[in-house]
Each structure stands twice: as structure tokens, then as C-alpha cells.
């Protein structure tokens, strides 16, 4: 009896050494994780460890925050309900727990977009038959249903309580989910032929970040032009420009112990394509000062970096011989120009420009997005560049009808450029906003903007030492990159946000309002590109504050410009909503000419809607606005620019409603 028990235990043990060797020796199915994943994602977020990384995520303060966002939260509801499927089943909770994991974001339709987790099981798969037994590990807190498709089965799972739906297959080694049937039926159906998986731009990226980090996040710049046209309120060609001229960028991320997310990695260009990258890569690289003369109240900065202009253009000339329709187009027009002018645009135009050269969009201030922006070129000496930006001007004098003189403003000079398309022609379509651009001369940089309220606040800020690089806050998160690169986008979320009212659709602006306190917790946002041989090293920051509260370095630094020039921050404290109303739009108005002595606009009806006078420039006299019946609204004067005695505002019935006074732009009390 005792050796039939022994002999027994023997057989049993050497079957079960007989199933160890075979399920960890013998082959099975595995497959790539990236064949689960349809070439159209436009995000790839990929973990070696998913239930370490997404505890470790979770467990973070940035995560809080992040996962109020509509994005993030649909990312944390899929692995949340993973997450209840595995740990609710001791089984499931083994082979998903500590596995490879990938989320692929996929925009299916006009700003909607849904998500595929794929899911390693490795040996796993082998070990259990998931679909024998998914009914019975899950069916107390799921209904299952399954439909076959393209030979693979589905299965349908909705949650008793929330009554969510998830959908589920298995194909070899992976186990692949998503919310939206239709992204799951793309996976299963390109799976035997993927495209990313064989994509080798995507590929080299891959391996250079492969095992960094807490996770890997994938860009798929293909994508990008359909993802942003769901939000925004019309195509952007630079968007498209960037679709064609970049493949991908990879980031290893991690948030450190100061809440700063740092995401670190490579980006690939399509060297196939004409484009500024691509005649970057070779141009050398260029350090940023821009800071020391943006004003502290700025929205966007987009800075492009080059040993020296001439260069960097050189290089793109000669990429741009590779499509000789579009490259003698382009030398046709800058010989008219010339020829036309009596200039050398290399000499008078390009020779002066340094290592710089940048776009910049600050807050709303009512001139419309186009006229909020500015382009700063950094000179290499500024007397050369006064000296041949001054023959540009006499020629155009000579050689057109405009007339313009220079106009003092707070000991800087505004001059006026009357050459419309004349930097598109030179610098391409990235500056096509700039028509008829009015410039002046701020530091080591020519500004121009097509406004010249603009470059108003650009002086005031720099006069007045009202500088985002005076900001403790500024210095400290940009301390973090590079100081030379070819590309360094900066972000200040809450100036942003105000700024893309009128640019995103209006559900998409609603969405970012409704979650603003949330976003304005992370102040800046930082993108740079730096060459590392044939591809670009690519940093993304963002810093995250735990309260919203205001920088107060750059509160002190704008309050005065704020109070001097708003009429709706001087008298806030009125109750009265129409009165509130009224003063918010006085600023409004602000000429787009310069040369002219009278500003006057009118209602559709043909009836005045404001009008006042003009001395060198600028505001100076009577100043009137109507309501469309054609009574008063807001009466004044201005002097020098400035508000000055006392402003009547008044209801529609011509009833008075309140009266203000100033000395200097400023509320007398």
C-alpha cells in the first residue's frame, strides 16, 4: 500500500516537473504587442510593469490632477475596470497583473477619440484557456456575451452595476480591450499584417527609450492633423506641415519629487519632405533669451534656433530645389522684390539676423488672434540691422504711395512695414500671419506684429521690467532644458487657454473651461528639440502646481500695466452687472493705423458704433461709443493714450449710470 502511494507521489511530481519544463520550455504563440495596435493611433502608451506603474501613477498628486482631464479620465476608467476584472479573480489578477501592457488613443470621428489596451499574457496563454474559462471567472459581477469576428471571438462584458461596456479577444499571447467594438475589430482584423509593428521609423524610435521610465509615450505626427481638426474651428496648415514633416516622437516618462513630469526621449523627421526641421538639423543650434523681452503676461512662445540665419535659410533653399516649380516660384519673387525695390534682401534683410528667431502669441486684448501675435528676430548687431532695416523703409517710400512716420511710444520707436506677404515670402508660411507688420527694436530683437497695440505691450512690459524671465517660478522650470536647441516651445497654461477662445471648436473650449482650475495647475508647459546626429533629442516638461494660485512674482510685476490700462479692473468692485458690462469693453478698440488722426467703426445698421481721435498714433481726445439705436454708451477723453477727467457711462434709455475719473490712466478715488 505505502509503495503504491509513494510510487504515486513520484508520478505525480514528475508530471508536474514534465508540465513546469513544458510550460516554460516548449514554444508557444507570442507574438509582438504592436501587432495589436491599428497603424492610426495617433498616442502610444506602453509599460513593462503595468500594475507597479499605474499603483506608483495613481498613488501621485500629478495624477489627481491629470485624471480630472476627459483624456485621462477615459484612459483611467479602462484600467480601472482591468484592474476590478484582475483583482477580483486571484487567476486573472496573476497573468494581468505584472504583465506588458499598451493603451493606443485612436480618433474615431470629428473630436471623438476611444482607446485599445493590449495586454502580454506570455506563457500564460498557454498555461489556461482564457476563453474556456473567462464565463466562469467573471460572471458574478459581469454579463458575458460573444459574437465572432473575422475568426476571432469577442466577447461583449457589461458591468452589473455602472452597466459599462468593455469588449474583449484573445489573439496568441495577448489579451486585447477596448470600449468601442469597432477599434477592436480594426485591431483583430490588421493583426495577421500590422503596420506599426513593421513601421522601422517607428521602430528606431521604439528602441531608443525601450525599458525607460515609469511608461513610454508614443506621438504618431501622422495622425496629428486629424486629431486637432476635431477641435479645432478650422484647419491649421502649419499643423499639416508638421503631419508630413515629422514620423514620431517617443518620451520615457517620470514625475520627480518636486511635481515635475519629465518626459525625455527622440524625435524622426521625414527627410523626404522640404521642411524648416529638416533644414534645421543641419543649420546648428541657437540659446534662447527671448524671456529677457517677452512681457510677463505671455501666452505661447515658439523659438527656432540656428547657428545663423543665413545658414539655416541656405539649407533650405537647397532642399527646396528638390521641387523646382516651388523653388523657382520662390526665386522669381524675391528678384521682383529686389528688382522692384532697388534692395539685396540677403544684405538688408537676412545678414543681420542672428541665432533666432521666434513666434509669440500673448493673452486676448481684443485685436483679434492674428493681431496678437508678434515674431522676434534676434540681431547679431543692432546697428547694422537699424542701418539696412532703414533702406527697406526709404525704399518703400520712394517706391509705394504709403505713407508713415515713425511714432514715439514710452522712448521706443513703432515703424511700419507696408509690404503685404513681404515675410511670407522670406521666412514662409509659419509667418504668413504677418501682413503689413509694424516693428520696432526691443533689446537684442526686432519685434514685428500687424498691431500696434501689441508691440504697445511688449514695450510696456520691457520698459517697465514686467518680464517672464523676472518670474522665480519661469527661471526655475526652465532651468530644466537645454539652453541651445532648434526648437523650444513654452506654454503658460493660463494665458493659453484664454488665448484659444475663437481658434477650437466651442465644445472643445467649453470642456477646457470646465476643467480650468485643474489645468492651471500645471503653469508651464515646455517642448524642445536639440539634433543628436539624424534624429532630434526631445524634452517635454510640465510643471505642476498643488494650488492655482498665481505666480506672485509675475502678479507684482503686471498689476500697474493691468490697472493703468483695463477700466474694468479699475472699477471691479461695482455691483452693478450692467455697469461691469459696459467697462469691460472700453479697451477694446485700438487702431490698426497708425498714420490716421480719427478712428471711427459702425454697426451693421450704418449707425456709429465708436469713435475718437488720434494724435501720433494713438489715443489722444474725444472718445465716444454707441448702442446700436444710436445713444450714448461710454463717454471720455484720452490723453496720450491714457484716460484722463471724467468718463460718463450710460444705460441704453440714456440713463446715467455711473461716472469715473482719472488723472494719467489711473482711478482718482
Given amino acids: 500500500m505505502k509503495k503504491k502511494i509513494v510510487w504515486s507521489i513520484l508520478i505525480l511530481v514528475a508530471v508536474g516537473i514534465g508540465l513546469l519544463l513544458w510550460h516554460f520550455l516548449s514554444p508557444y504563440n507570442k507574438v509582438n504587442m504592436l501587432s495589436a495596435v491599428p497603424a492610426k493611433s495617433i498616442f502610444i502608451i506602453e ?121 474583449l479577444c484573445f489573439m496568441k499571447n495577448l489579451m486585447v480591450a477596448s470600449f468601442n467594438s469597432k477599434l477592436l475589430e480594426s485591431s483583430i482584423d490588421q493583426f495577421d499584417k500590422p503596420v506599426l509593428a513593421n513601421d522601422n521609423n517607428f521602430l528606431t524610435i521604439y528602441e531608443k527609450i525601450k525599458g525607460e521610465g515609469l511608461f513610454r509615450i508614443f506621438l504618431n505626427y501622422a495622425q496629428l492633423d486629424d486629431y486637432t481638426n476635431g477641435m479645432l474651428s478650422s484647419p491649421d496648415q502649419n499643423i499639416k506641415q508638421l503631419s508630413k514633416s515629422l514620423f514620431y516622437t517617443g518620451l520615457s516618462f517620470d514625475v520627480d519629487n518636486q511635481n515635475l513630469i519629465k518626459c525625455d526621449g527622440y524625435t524622426n523627421f521625414n527627410d523626404s519632405v ?74 538688408n534683410m537676412m545678414s543681420w539676423i542672428g541665432d533666432e528667431m521666434a513666434m509669440v502669441h500673448l493673452p486676448p486684448m481684443g485685436l483679434g488672434r492674428s493681431n496678437e501675435f508678434a515674431v522676434f528676430l534676434r540681431v547679431r548687431d543692432m546697428d547694422d540691422a537699424k542701418e539696412n532695416l532703414d533702406i527697406i523703409m526709404s525704399q518703400i517710400k520712394k517706391r509705394t504711395p504709403a505713407k508713415f512716420d515713425v511714432v514715439e511710444y514710452n522712448g521706443y520707436n513703432i515703424n511700419y512695414l507696408s509690404m503685404k506677404g513681404f515675410f511670407r515670402m522670406l521666412f514662409g508660411k509659419y509667418f504668413q500671419k504677418l501682413e503689413k507688420p509694424y516693428f520696432t527694436y526691443i533689446g537684442d530683437y526686432v519685434v514685428f506684429s500687424n498691431h500696434p497695440q501689441t508691440l504697445k505691450v511688449i514695450i510696456d512690459g520691457f520698459a517697465n521690467k514686467s518680464l517672464l524671465s523676472n518670474s522665480g517660478e519661469y527661471k526655475s522650470f526652465t532651468s530644466n532644458f537645454s539652453r541651445k536647441s532648434n526648437v523650444f516651445i513654452l506654454l503658460s497654461t493660463s494665458q493659453f487657454l484664454q488665448s484659444l477662445q475663437g481658434t477650437i471648436n466651442p465644445s472643445t473650449y467649453a470642456s477646457l473651461e470646465s476643467n480650468k482650475e485643474y489645468i492651471v495647475s500645471f503653469p508651464y508647459m515646455g517642448f524642445q528639440l536639440e539634433k543628436d546626429g539624424s534624429l532630434f533629442k526631445t524634452r517635454f516638461y510640465v510643471q505642476f502646481r498643488k494650488d492655482s494660485e498665481v505666480d506672485t512674482d509675475i502678479a507684482d510685476a503686471v498689476t500697474e500695466v493691468d490697472k493703468s490700462d483695463t477700466l474694468s479692473a479699475i472699477i471691479s468692485d461695482q455691483a452693478e452687472e450692467e455697469v461691469s458690462g459696459l467697462l469691460s469693453r472700453v479697451d477694446e478698440y485700438v487702431p490698426d493705423d497708425l498714420s490716421k488722426s480719427f478712428y471711427k467703426e459702425k454697426y451693421s445698421n450704418g449707425k456709429t458704433k465708436v469713435e475718437f481721435e488720434l494724435k501720433d498714433g494713438f489715443r489722444h481726445g474725444d472718445y465716444m461709443e454707441y448702442y446700436d439705436n444710436g445713444e450714448i454708451k461710454i463717454k471720455g477723453k484720452y490723453k496720450k493714450d491714457h484716460k484722463e477727467g471724467t468718463w460718463k457711462l450710460y444705460a441704453e434709455n440714456g440713463k446715467l449710470l455711473q461716472k469715473v475719473k482719472f488723472e494719467n490712466g489711473k482711478r482718482k478715488e
Fill in 47 to 167: 509599460t513593462d510593469d503595468s500594475y507597479n506603474a499605474w499603483d506608483k501613477l495613481t498613488k501621485s498628486e500629478v495624477w489627481g490632477h491629470l485624471k480630472k482631464h476627459p483624456v485621462f479620465a477615459k484612459v483611467a476608467a479602462g484600467m480601472d475596470m482591468i484592474d476590478t476584472i484582475a483583482q477580483g479573480n486571484p487567476k486573472l489578477a496573476e497573468f494581468i497583473g505584472r504583465r506588458n501592457l499598451i493603451i493606443s488613443m485612436h480618433v474615431t470621428g470629428n473630436g471623438a477619440y476611444d482607446f485599445i489596451y493590449t495586454i502580454d499574457l506570455r506563457r500564460a496563454s498557454k498555461l489556461l484557456t482564457f476563453q474556456k474559462y473567462l464565463k466562469g471567472l467573471i460572471s458574478d459581477k459581469y454579463e458575458v456575451k460573444d459574437y465572432p469576428h473575422n475568426g476571432t471571438t469577442v466577447y461583449k462584458l457589461t458591468d452589473d452595476k455602472s452597466q459599462m461596456v468593455i469588449y
Fill in 274 to 347: 522640404v521642411s524648416s526641421l529638416r533644414a534645421m538639423i543641419n543649420s546648428g543650434s541657437g540659446k534662447t533669451n527671448l524671456a529677457d523681452v517677452l512681457p510677463a503676461k505671455t501666452a505661447s512662445s515658439v523659438s527656432l534656433g540656428f547657428d545663423r540665419f543665413t545658414e539655416y535659410f541656405d539649407n533650405l533653399m537647397s532642399n527646396l530645389k528638390e521641387v523646382p516649380k516651388s523653388y523657382n516660384e520662390y526665386q522669381s519673387a524675391i528678384k521682383k522684390a529686389e528688382d522692384f525695390l532697388k534692395i539685396d534682401l540677403r544684405k
